[in-house]
C-alpha cells in the first residue's frame, strides 16, 4: 500500500515538473494591421490629444505643437503658440482649443492660418473638448464653457459654479450633450440650457469618462469602476471581460464602431480594448506588445473601418477592416514560426526554439504559450496522421501525446507523406535519408530506413505509378522506385544532372491538385502521367494545400490565391500580398487551419480566410493634388502667386499628390499632357517633378493604380519675353527694316560689284586677247613648222622615188640601147630582164605604202575615226577614201588602181553605198569631214 501511494506521488511529481507551475508562460497578442506614425514621421511633438477627419477625407490631430494634417502621404504641421487639445471641423474651418487657447484654421492660398477668437488679450484657461450645438460651438474647459456664436463670430463664456466637470458628450439629437460635475451628478443641457441630471450615490465615487447613448439607455464608462448601463432608474453594471479590464485599466476615452455594440475604448495605462460590450466578446487588445507606440491613449477616432489613435508616443491606424488576424511576437519570445497545428482541441506551434501549446482559440485576443516539456530545439514539421501527432524535431521525430516521445533517433526529421498506393504506409524524410512509416494496430511506428540513400531529404511527393521524388536542401531531386514490399530501393536517378535543369537550383516539390509541381530558382516543372512538362508560373516558391480548391501560391515574394476550380488568380490587396516578404527563406509555410490559411513568419503568424480577402475593400478617394510648385530652375526660386499663365522664367514645376489611402500604400500612374504621349507609372512615389517646359497649354493627370480614378491639373506657360506679342512686333519690324536696308545695300553693291566686274572682265577679255593671239601665233608657227617638216619628208619621200625611178628609167634606156645590137636570141634575153626589172622595180604595194606614210602624218585620225563612224570598210575602200581626200578624180584613180574610169565610178558608188550616205550627199565632202 505504502509502495502504491509512493509510485502515486512520484508521477504527481514528474506531472508537476513537466506541466507543473514552473513553466513559463508567454502571451502573444493577436492584432489586424496596425500602422504607426512617430513624430519623426510628422516633425511635431509625440502627443497628440485629439484627431478628427474633414468630408474630403484628411486627418487632422491637435498636436503639443500646433495643428497636424495627414493625407497619407504627407504631414503638414501648422503651428500654434500654445499647445492644443481638441479639434472640431465646421464646413471649411477648423475650430481648436488648447492651452490658453481658443481659435480656428482657415485657408488662404491653400495653406491654413491660424485665427484667435479670445476676446481678451491675456487669457488662462485651458480647453480640453469642443462639440457644436446648433449654430454655436461649446469650447469646454474643466469649470466653463466658452460659446462661439457662428453667425454673429461672438465669443460668450458661462463659468459652471458646481464644480469641476468631466468631458462633454453629445446626444445623437445634435442639440442635447451630458457632463458629470465631477463625483456629483450628470447634467442633461439641451441647446445650451440645463434641463434634467442624473443623481445616484453611485456617482459621488465616478469619474465618468464617457457617456453615449444606447438602445436601453445610456452606456456609463467611469475612470475606474468600469461599464454601467443607466436605465433611466438605476446603474446596472457590465459583468464581462472589458467591463473587468477597464477597471484595472484607467478609462480615458471611448466611442462606437458599429450599431451593434462594438466599442474601442482606449486607457492610460493598458492600451486600447476592441470588442462588444453586448456579448462581451474581445475582438483584440491592442498595445506595447502587438503594435502601439505607447499604452496611454488621449484620443480616439473612427471612420469606415479605420480606428485613428492618439497617444503618448505618436499616431497610430488601426485597420479594423483587415482581412488577417496576426499573432504577434515582437520580442521574438518563441522565434521563427515553422509549422502551425490544432490537435484535440490543443493549439501547437513549432520554432526554432522548440514546440509550443495552449489551450486558447487560434482567434483570440490574446494566446497563452507554454513550451511543451523536453521540445526544446528546432521544429521543422508538424503532422497529424489519424489520432496521432508527430513532429520532426531537430533531435529526431517525437510522438506528442500526454509527453513528448521520442520515436526515431536517428537525426532530426522533416515532411511525412501518407501514401495513396498503400493505405498503411507513410513515407517521411530526414537528415539521412528516406524513412518507412507503418500502421500497425491501428497506431503509426518506425518500421525501416531505405539503405542506399544517405543524404538529406526533404519535400517528397509521390507519382502515379509510386514513384517518389525527393529533394535534398538546395540542389538536388531524386527519382526514385522501391522494391514492391517497400523494402529496398529498386533505382535512383538524379534529375538535376539533366541538361534543362543544369542551372537550378533550390528544388521544392508541391501538389496542385491532381498535379505534382517541382518549382526551381528558374523553372516549373509539372508531372503529368510521370512525364515533366513546363508550364507558366515562374517566380512560385510555395503552394499551400486547398481550401475550396483555393490555394495560397508565393510568386516572386507575393502572396497570391489561385481557384484551381475557376482556373484563374483572385485579387489580392498590395498590402496583403506584400505579407510574403515576412516569411522565413526557403522554408516557407502556410498551412490549413480549418477554414483558414496561416501563413508562418519570422516573428508571429497571420491567418486569413479566402472569403475575408475578396471581400477586403475600403473607400477610394480621387487622388488630391495637394501641392503645385512652379520654380526658376537657375535659381530655384518658387513663383509667389499662381496666376492663368506662368511666367516662362518659372517653366519648371512639382506635383504633391494623394489618394488619401490609409489602408495600404497607394502606386501611382503621372501623364503631363502636352508633354508625356502615354503614362508613366512612378510606383509609391507621391511627387513629380518637370524641369525646363517649353510654353504652351498643359494638363497634369494623376491615378492611383488600384482604382484608375484621375485628377486633372490645367495650366499654360506663358511665352518667353523674347517670343511677347511686343517683341515678335519688334522682330517684324527689323526684320523688314533689315530687308529694305539689305535690298538698298545689296543694289548699291550690285551696281558696284557689276562695274568691277565690267572693269574685269574688260581687264580680262584683253589679257585673254592677248594671250589668245600669242598663242595663236604659237600653234601656227607650230603648224607651219610641222607642216613644213611633213612637206619636207614628203619632198623628199618623193625625191628620193623620183632618184629612184631615174635609175630604173637609165637602166630601161641602156638596156634598149644595147638591145639595138643583139640579134634575135639576145633580144629575147633583154627582154626577159626588161620584165624582171619592171616587176621589181614598180610595185603598186611600195608606192602606196610611201603614199600611206605621208598621208598618216598630213591627216594622223582620218583611217581610224572613219573606221570607227563605218566599221565594215575594207582596206580597198579605205585607200579610195584616202585618194578623194586628196581630191583625185576618178581620171587619176584609174591608173592606180589599174582600172578603167567606169570602174572607179562603180568603186565610188559601192563605197556611197557601205557609208549609207544619201542621195545628193557630196562624197567628198563628207570625207573631207574626218
Known sequence: MMLLRFKILLTFFLLLSQFGFTQETIELFTSTKITNYSKSDYNAESQNWNITQSDDGLIYTANTLGLLEFDGESWNLFPTSEPLRCLLIHEDKIFAGGMNTIGVFEKKNGVFKFKSLMPEKSFHDEIWKAIQIGNKIVFQSFNTFYIYDLDTKDLTRKSLTEGNISFAFKSKTETTFYYQVLYNHINITKDLIEVDNITHPALNHWMVKFIHEVEKGLLIGTYKNGLFLWDGKDFIPYENKISIFLREARLNVALPIDD???????????????????????????????????????????????????????????????????????????????????????????????????????????????????????????????????????????????????????????????????????????????????????????????????????????????????????????KIKLSKDLSSLKFIENLSTQKSLANSYKYRLFDLGDNKLLTTNDTIVTFKNNLPANIDLKGLTFISHPIDDVSVMKIEGQLMLYDAK???????????????????????????????????????????????????????????????????HRNQEQLSNIVDKIPFD????????????????????????????????????????????????????????????????????????????????????????????????????????????????????????????????????????????????????????????????????????????????????????????????????????????????????????????????????LKLCAYIRINLSTKELAPIFNITPKSVDLKRYRLRKKMNLEKGTNLYDYINQF
Not at 490549413?592 to 479566402?610: C, E, H, P, R, V
Open 260 to 478: 451593434k455594440g462594438g466599442f474601442a475604448f482606449g486607457t492610460l495605462d493598458k492600451g486600447i480594448i476592441i470588442g462588444n460590450i453586448n456579448t462581451g466578446v474581445i475582438d483584440y487588445y491592442i498595445n506595447s506588445k502587438n503594435g502601439l507606440p505607447s499604452n496611454r491613449v488621449h484620443a480616439l477616432h473612427y471612420y469606415d473601418g479605420l480606428l485613428w489613435v492618439g497617444s503618448e508616443e505618436g499616431v497610430t491606424n488601426v485597420n479594423l477592416k483587415y482581412p488577417v488576424r496576426f499573432i504577434n511576437d515582437p520580442l521574438a519570445e518563441i522565434g521563427p514560426v515553422y509549422d502551425v497545428v490544432i490537435h484535440k482541441g490543443t493549439l501547437y506551434i513549432g520554432t526554432n526554439q522548440g514546440l509550443y501549446f495552449s489551450s486558447d482559440s487560434i482567434n483570440a485576443p490574446i494566446l497563452k504559450l507554454q513550451l511543451f516539456p523536453y521540445s526544446k530545439g528546432q521544429v521543422w514539421n508538424l503532422f497529424v496522421a489519424d489520432n496521432q501527432l508527430f513532429c520532426g524535431h531537430n533531435e529526431g521525430i517525437f510522438e506528442v501525446g500526454e509527453t513528448f516521445k521520442k520515436v526515431y533517433n536517428t537525426g532530426g526529421g522533416y515532411t511525412f507523406l501518407k501514401s495513396r498506393l498503400h493505405q498503411d504506409i507513410m513515407f517521411q524524410t530526414s537528415y539521412y535519408g528516406l524513412n518507412i512509416w507503418k500502421k500497425r494496430h491501428d497506431q503509426w511506428e518506425y518500421s525501416h530506413t531505405i539503405k542506399k540513400i544517405n543524404s538529406l531529404t526533404r519535400d517528397i511527393i509521390e507519382l502515379n505509378d509510386g514513384t517518389l521524388l525527393l529533394t535534398d536542401s538546395w540542389k538536388n531531386i531524386y
Open 566 to 632: 475557376e482556373e484563374h488568380f483572385i485579387h489580392v490587396r498590395k498590402s496583403i500580398a506584400e505579407l510574403g516578404n515576412n516569411q522565413i527563406y526557403n522554408y516557407e509555410n502556410i498551412i490549413n487551419i480549418k477554414d483558414n490559411f496561416l501563413i508562418t513568419f519570422t516573428q508571429g503568424a497571420g491567418l486569413f480566410s479566402t472569403p475575408a480577402i475578396e471581400n477586403y475593400n475600403f473607400k477610394q478617394y480621387q487622388p488630391d493634388i495637394r501641392k503645385v510648385t512652379f520654380w526658376y
Open 650 to 877: 518659372y517653366n519648371s514645376v512639382e506635383f504633391q499628390f494623394s489618394s488619401k489611402n490609409y489602408y495600404e500604400k497607394s502606386n501611382y500612374a503621372v501623364r503631363l499632357i502636352g508633354y508625356d504621349s502615354n503614362w508613366v507609372e512612378i510606383g509609391e512615389r507621391n511627387e513629380i517633378a518637370y524641369q525646363n517646359l517649353p510654353y504652351g497649354k498643359f494638363t497634369f493627370e494623376v491615378k492611383d493604380t488600384a482604382s484608375n480614378k484621375i485628377s486633372h491639373y490645367k495650366f499654360e506657360i506663358d511665352r518667353p519675353f523674347y517670343f511677347s506679342n511686343l517683341m515678335l512686333t519688334v522682330y517684324v519690324l527689323a526684320f523688314l527694316l533689315s530687308v529694305w536696308s539689305l535690298h538698298k545695300y545689296y543694289r548699291l553693291m550690285l551696281r558696284k560689284e557689276k562695274m568691277a566686274l565690267l572693269l574685269k572682265k574688260r581687264e580680262d577679255l584683253n589679257s585673254q586677247r592677248d594671250l589668245n593671239e600669242k598663242r595663236i601665233a604659237i600653234l601656227q608657227a607650230n603648224e607651219l613648222q610641222k607642216e613644213l617638216k611633213d612637206k619636207n619628208e614628203s619632198l623628199s619621200e618623193l625625191l628620193v622615188q623620183s632618184s629612184k625611178n631615174k635609175d630604173v628609167i637609165q637602166q630601161l634606156k641602156h638596156q634598149v640601147d644595147n638591145a639595138k645590137h643583139f640579134d634575135s636570141v639576145n633580144k629575147s634575153q633583154v627582154i626577159r630582164k626588161l620584165d624582171h626589172i619592171l616587176t621589181t622595180e614598180f610595185d603598186d604595194k611600195k608606192d602606196w605604202l610611201t603614199f600611206e606614210s605621208t598621208f598618216r602624218k598630213m591627216h594622223q585620225n582620218f583611217f581610224s575615226d572613219l573606221k570607227n563612224t563605218h566599221p565594215a570598210l575594207t582596206k580597198e575602200d
